[in-house]
T-cell receptor, first 115, second 112 residues
Framework: AQSVSQHNHHVILSEAASLELGCNYS??????LFWYVQYPGQHLQLLLK??????LVKGIKGFEAEFIKSKFSFNLRKPSVQWSDTAEYFC?????????????FGQGTILTVHP | EAGVAQSPRYKIIEKRQSVAFWCNPI?????LYWYQQILGQGPKLLIQ????????DSQLPKDRFSAERLKGVDSTLKIQPAKLEDSAVYLC??????????FGPGTRLTVL
């Protein structure tokens, strides 16, 4: 069965600290990977996505993620966080190829950034 | 481009009552999804439509949940009768030709 696991439930950082949020997936076959973010009071928004090609993908607001196939991982990184990055982050996986895009989500990681 | 619209944003009902949620996807998006997000968890797919046909409803509790997308555009999700454990945020998402889903603001349901 497909599954997505996020390592940390709550991460607390100070501004300018570096961020890495872990995500591991279990999926048979080709996989598409996503990071979504939910800012307080707002809806889920796409941060970045990986379908194929360069395993290092860059998203909005300075975020990036690296797909490591051998480790079944898709960790999210940002070199220097800001207070405005406070939000909940969700990793998601979907079958690649010609699927209709059903996504399996991780349980989410709450990021709190102190000014 | 207008996003995915959902209503109502909040709903409070007593257990055993019925409730309905509405979703209008992004114009032209053929695929529509309903997810349930329980507090502290990630969204879980309930049902997926391609135009007006159901693609996947394997995780929909069909004894109490139903959904339709009659004209292949907007969709309704109904719960009848509601249970306490149905308290959650119900998210609608739509997808066009690319493999990216766009989410609406959700409906927060509280069952008392």
């Amino acid at each position: 069965a497909q599954s997505v696991s996020q390592h940390n439930h709550h991460v607390i950082l100070s501004e300018a600290a570096s961020l890495e949020l872990g995500c591991n997936y279990s999926y048979g076959g080709t996989v598409n990977l996503f990071w979504y973010v939910q800012y307080p009071g707002q809806h889920l928004q796409l941060l970045l996505k990986y379908f194929s090609g360069d395993p290092l993908v860059k998203g909005i607001k300075g975020f990036e993620a690296e797909f490591i196939k051998s480790k079944f991982s898709f960790n999210l990184r940002k070199p220097s966080v800001q207070w405005s990055d406070t939000a909940e982050y969700f990793c998601a996986a979907g079958a690649g190829g010609t699927s209709y895009g059903k996504l399996t989500f991780g349980q989410g990681t709450i990021l709190t950034v102190h000014p | 481009e207008a996003g995915v619209a959902q209503s109502p944003r909040y709903k409070i009902i007593e257990k055993r009552q019925s409730v309905a949620f509405w979703c209008n996807p992004i114009s032209g998006h053929a695929t529509l999804y309903w997810y349930q997000q329980i507090l502290g968890q990630g969204p879980k797919l309930l049902i997926q439509f391609q135009n007006n046909g159901v693609v996947d409803d394997s995780q929909l509790p069909k004894d109490r949940f139903s959904a339709e997308r009659l004209k292949g555009v907007d969709s309704t999700l109904k719960i009848q009768p509601a249970k306490l454990e149905d308290s959650a945020v119900y998210l609608c998402a739509s997808r066009g030709s690319a493999d990216t889903q766009y989410f609406g603001p959700g409906t927060r349901l509280t069952v008392l």
